[in-house]
T-cell receptor, first 113, second 115 residues
């Protein structure tokens, strides 16, 4: 069964600090992996998308890495801001899965003063 | 250019009732996918429509049905509502190019509460 697991489940950091969120997947064969940011009660917004051949992708203060051999990805947030408080979801699609995406349960990040 | 729009934003129903949720895709998008997101969980795929037909379906009972109109907008219908149907229902749209790359753009969702 294709699965996506994220850690930690929740995280509290001080404004200005950096943090790293983890994603492990068993989806096979792999097509691409993306990170979404979801504010409470809102739809997910795409941060990065990486294919099998890419191992890093940046979007402002967000940097995602991918190790397709170990089936692990991380999302690094630099110089966190209060507005970064949200759920961060790792989403994997697999070849032959049509347009279905396999979602992780997310990491709930809270940035405090 | 409007993004993916969903209506209503919030809805309260009682057990056994029926509900219809609506979604308008982004301009130029012909594919609509529906997801159910329970509190604290990741979205679960319900089904996908393009060319006015259901193309793929997740593990949801027949109480969940949908429709796509010629203008690409879509409806999600849920019959005989259960308490467990309470969730955020997300609609995502794709263009033909996006669909090939599995890229989807999400709406803000409809929050359904079943009492």
């Amino acid at each position: 069964k294709n699965q996506v697991e994220q850690s930690p489940q929740s995280l509290i950091i001080l404004e200005g600090k950096n943090c790293t969120l983890q994603c492990n997947y068993t989806v096979s064969p792999f097509s691409n992996l993306r990170w979404y940011k979801q504010d409470t009660g809102r739809g997910p917004v795409s941060l990065t998308i990486m294919t099998f051949s890419e191992n890093t992708k940046s979007n402002g203060r967000y940097t995602a890495t991918l190790d397709a051999d170990t089936k692990q990805s991380s999302l690094h947030i630099t110089a966190s801001q209060l507005s970064d408080s949200a759920s961060y979801i790792c989403v994997v699609s697999f070849t032959g899965g049509g347009n279905k995406l396999t979602f992780g349960t997310g990491t709930q990040l809270k940035v405090e003063l | 250019d409007a993004g993916v729009t969903q209506s209503p934003t919030h809805l309260i129903k009682t057990r056994g009732q029926q509900v219809t949720l609506r979604c308008s895709p982004k301009s130029g998008h012909d594919t609509v996918s529906w997801y159910q997101q329970a509190l604290g969980q990741g979205p679960q795929f319900i089904f996908q429509y393009y060319e006015e037909e259901e193309r793929q379906r997740g593990n949801f009972p027949d109480r969940f049905s949908g429709h796509q109109f010629p203008n690409y907008s879509s409806e999600l219908n849920v019959n005989a509502l259960l308490l467990g149907d309470s969730a955020l229902y997300l609609c995502a749209s794709s263009s033909p190019v996006d669909r090939a790359k599995n890229i989807q753009y999400f709406g803000a969702g409809t929050r359904l509460s079943v009492l």
